[in-house]
């Protein structure tokens, strides 16, 4: 046997030897990044919140808020209908901005559009941004994440 064979042989036997090692490091690894990031079904939802009251808010009006930190927008499409959505593009994750003279949320990263209802209708984004569960108690609006 050469003494390069026997190299390779120590070299192998030293990759073998150092999976568990390998194993006993990633397991704890993997059980903190559970806690520290858990699963959707896991998270506790954010709170509702007032966003606006109807009187602020004309038909056709739209209004920028955040929401659990992340930024979103309410829009009163008629005298009932009111929706809201984070403003977090589908693509890539850039924040996207209403765009009154088109009549779109526009993605400045990738050229991404979505429509007032919040679908997508042009550029690389795969579906519609994430819409939010919009509740009317009087003149108040209140914007709650959906449940799954
Ligand atoms: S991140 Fe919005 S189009 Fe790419």
Not at 6 to 29: D, K
Not at 47 to 63: C, D, H, I, R
Not at 90 to 115: A, N, Q, R, S, Y
């Amino acid at each position: 046997m050469s003494k390069k064979e026997q190299i390779s042989r120590r070299r192998f036997l030293t990759i073998l030897g150092g999976i568990p090692l390998a194993g006993a490091v990633l397991a704890p690894t993997a059980a903190m990044t559970q806690f520290l990031y858990p699963p959707a079904s896991l998270r506790t939802p954010p709170k509702p919140l007032q966003v606006a009251s109807l009187s602020e808010l004309p038909v056709g009006g739209l209004k920028e808020f955040e929401y659990n930190d992340a930024p979103a927008a309410l829009v009163r499409k008629s005298e009932q209908e009111i929706l809201a959505f984070y403003r977090k593009c589908t693509h890539l994750g850039c924040t996207v901005i209403w765009k009154p003279e088109d009549k779109i949320f526009f993605c400045p990263c990738h050229g991404g559009k979505f429509d007032l209802d919040g679908k997508n209708i042009g550029g690389p984004p795969p579906k519609p941004l994430i819409a939010l569960q919009v509740t009317v108690d009087g003149d108040k609006v209140i914007v709650q994440e959906r449940s799954a």
